[in-house]
Structure formats: structure tokens, C-alpha cells
């Protein structure tokens, strides 16, 4: 007996930005469609260090599917990421290699904190941990939780995805990035 | 014949006689101190001895006693004799201002790390130990954690709310010390 096939039908596009169309051909900002393509193609780099990784593979499996972002492609190499997704808490003696890790990708780059760990230092109020990992590199979104549903970290994503959207081509050269970065010792 | 608590603090005695203290049985394990110079050759007694052969050092560490002037620091030896499955707890005490105690590294090659640790957290300065550096903190920690004198949160961030963090309750406990 056949199945009855369902089809979604619940698809959303990315509109098209302002611009001059004509037969064949579109004048836009080139600002604007370089954000588009970026925002829709963010390669998050985990770095899962406990429990929230375990919700971000929840995230990433295909329930959630956080492929449907345009961010399928988790990869494993800092330097063809874009997103460094801290999830989990991060040790003193790891913040070190969270800062390489972060220094290894490319610009424009950007960071989410996922769960209290990684925002706060959570409840590990202790010697050993890092009291967040904003002590040691620059973080766009930080996604509250302990540990967060996939549906904040989906959202999270989200956020981020408003960020690139809306992050001006020479921001990542302007002089008060560069004090940021500086800030923390990087450059 | 077995060996038992009662034999092994009779070769005990038999060897170091009064020298030997705090002797205790909790939970069956048999407990004593020694001063601290006599560490290693209370050590090479129990494992050299044919009849007692304590061979694997099991764990050792310290723990701080703020309240006991003098003899603050002890460290802990948990000997194993795999042969009978009998173990022993040995303590020497030494004084928090001078924490130095001979380092069992030569005897037992489980020591290293172990006497690292309890360097790491505790400050006791093991004399003879081949690489005495900090082994799970931090290299740029500047003092020793556990010791009861440093607080156990983190000081070092300051937009922490004190009272939503748990701290203010940890504050007034030590208050009223």
C-alpha cells in the first residue's frame, strides 16, 4: 500500500535585496550581496568541551538541522571557519588554546558563547576555570542556558546570522576593531 | 601466616619504636604519623621488608590543618601490598613555613606525578624530586588553591554580583569564624 507522500511547503527565501533589475541583469550594493552570501553560508567551528556539545549535536543532527541555515558544513579546521561555537566550560589551562584556536581563523570571524560556562564561568565559581571566555577573546552572541535547548542555540545562530547580515565590508579594518582585538592582545 | 594490621604495626614497632604516633584503625585501615626526616625510611622499611613488601604506592597528598601551629601540612602515603591486599595510611606532618619533606620518587616511580600535584595544590616542597613544577593549574598561578587561606571562587572576576553568585552566604560563614 503506498504511503501518502507529504511535501513541505513551508519554504523560505531569502528575498532579494534592493536594487535596478532589468531583462538579464541586476545592479545592486555589492555590500549587500556579500552579506547575503555570507550570512547564509556561516562554517561553524565547535570547540564542545562537556555537556552543551552534547546539545549542539542534537543541533547539528537532523531533527533541528542546523543545515538549514546554510551552516551544514561543520568543520574542523580553524582556518576555514567563520563561527567558533564555544560550548562547554573552558579551564584556565584551555584558554590559551581557545585563543590560538581563535587566532588561527581568518577574518571575518566571528564567536558565539553557548551555555553559562563559556558566558560566565557558570557554576563552576572556582580557581581553575575561566570566569567566561570573554576574558580572553572578543564574543558576538552568548546563548544563556545550562545547558541551552537547540532551540537557543538555533537562535543564537540566528543572531549571528543578523550580525554578518548587517556587519559593514570595512568594519574588520576600522580603528576601533582594531583596539578590540588589541585588547586582548591579538593582532 | 597473613598479614594483618596487628603484624604490620608490630614490625612497626619492632623497628622504629616511638617514633611511630597517631596509630588508628578507621574503617579497618591501619592509620599512623611519623616525623617528617623519617619519611623515606619508614618507606624503605615497608617495602623492603620480605614479610610486609608495601610496594605500590597507591595515592599520596596533603591535606592543610590551619589550626594545628606547627604541623599545618600533612602529607599522606596510601601504601599497597598487592601481594596480601593489605594497605596502610602513613602521615608525616610538617610546618606550613617550612614545607619541605624528602620526596619518595627514588622508591616509588608513581610518586613524580603525584608529589606534583601535591606541590600544585598544596605547597609542599618534595626535596630530591627530579621536576618539582606545577602539573594541572595554571604555569602563572601564584599561589597555592587549596590551601585553606584562599578562597575557593575565583577573585579575579569583578562584574560578578556577589549575592547571585552564592558569595555573600560563603562571606558571612567566614565572618563569624
Known sequence: MPRPVQYNSKVKFEGIPEGYMGEGFMATNLEKVISLARKNSIWPLPFATSCCGIEFMATMASHYDIARFGSERVGFSPRQCDLLMVMGTIAKKMGPVLKQVYTQMAEPRWVIAVGACASSGGIFDSYSVLQGIDQVIPVDVY??????RPEAILDGLMRIQDLVNKEGLRRRHSEQY??????YGIN | MALTNETVKQA?????????TGWDEPYGMLTFAAPKEMNLKVLQFLFDDESLKFRFLTDLQAVHFPNNPGAELAVVYHLHNLQDNIRLRFKVFTSVNNPEVFSATALYQSANWMERETYDFFGVQFVGHPNLI??????EMDYFPLRKEYPVEEQSRVDKDDEMFGRVHAKNVKNNE
Open chain 1, 143 to 148: 546563548v544563556p542556558g545550562c545547558a541551552p
Open chain 1, 178 to 183: 582594531k583596539e578590540l582585538l588589541n585588547s
Open chain 2, 134 to 139: 606545577r602539573i594541572l593549574n595554571v604555569d
Open chain 2, 12 to 20: 612497626l614497632v619492632e623497628k622504629f619504636g616511638e617514633a611511630l
